[in-house]
């Protein structure tokens, strides 16, 4: 099996393919990007809430940053997934199998939430409901709603999984010396090359883990608070504080 062809590299692809078809139908929408916008924004600000005591601790502060902006936020990824799909035959022949595994995850996970972000706003639209005009018509009670009709619970467990994966992966890396130095080293080319918004995007996250000089209870509070807000939606109880006061012991 040639190297291009191996099943990680595969994934790879797969999901980047995935993710580009979404934003340009995202992009040829007559409304969806207005609505698109102003889900993360709701969203944002909602994991800002649950992880604000992080957020106020230096240790996790660049973390907290990097998740809400880089993994998942309002800005304009297309540069970002330009620069990747064109590293992508550069990418299949020098890195390892390992390395490709651990791109693939990030891209699955950047590919997931923008498919279950879609299919949120569908449910939406066809409630007669359009954030993208109203914004202020979201809030916790109808995004639980829009969330159980979607019915992607073993798609939302994944997304949470695949955020501890890539997180453990970004940990590995920056662990390694040798590694680290190797992609601190490959800054100027890579902007040369074109990939420089690639580039920075990888470096954030690094430089991010390793401020938090181990991110195991970083990553677990993530997971724990969100597989209970998931567990909470889909149990139809009422819904209590999403907020880092909520979670408090």
Not at 47 to 67: G, H, P, S, V, W
Not at 68 to 74: A, E, F, K, M, V
Request: charged share 30%; hydrophobic share 40%; proline share 2%.
């Amino acid at each position: 099996m040639k190297k291009g062809q191996s099943p990680a590299a595969q994934r790879f692809f797969e999901h980047l393919q995935r993710a580009r078809e979404l934003r340009l139908e995202v992009a040829a929408g007559d409304k969806l990007p207005r609505q698109h916008h102003a889900l993360s924004a709701w969203q944002t600000a909602r994991l800002a809430a649950t992880y604000a005591d992080l957020a106020a601790q230096k240790r996790y502060r660049a973390a907290m940053e990097f998740f809400l902006s880089d993994l998942y936020g309002t800005k304009d990824f297309a540069q970002r997934d330009d620069d990747i799909a064109r590293a992508y035959p550069l990418m299949v022949r020098m890195l390892s199998e390992n390395a490709m595994e651990s791109m693939s995850l990030a891209v699955e996970l950047h590919a997931l939430t923008q498919e279950l972000d879609h299919e949120l706003i569908r449910v939406l639209h066809e409630s007669h409901i359009d954030i993208g005009a109203h914004p202020e018509a979201l809030d916790q009670e109808l995004y639980a709603q829009a969330y159980r009709e979607c019915d992607k619970y073993d798609s939302r467990l994944r997304q949470i999984e695949l955020i501890q994966q890539t997180g453990g992966l970004l940990e590995e890396v920056v662990r390694h010396r040798v590694i680290y130095a190797s992609i601190r080293l490959a800054r100027g080319p890579a902007h040369a090359a074109g990939y420089g918004e690639l580039q920075s995007f990888i470096e954030r996250g690094l430089r991010a883990f390793k401020q938090m000089k181990g991110a195991t209870k970083f990553l677990k509070t993530i997971y724990e608070r969100e597989l209970f807000i998931l567990d909470q939606i889909y149990s139809g109880r009422p819904l209590t504080d999403w907020s880092a006061e909520g979670f408090r012991d």
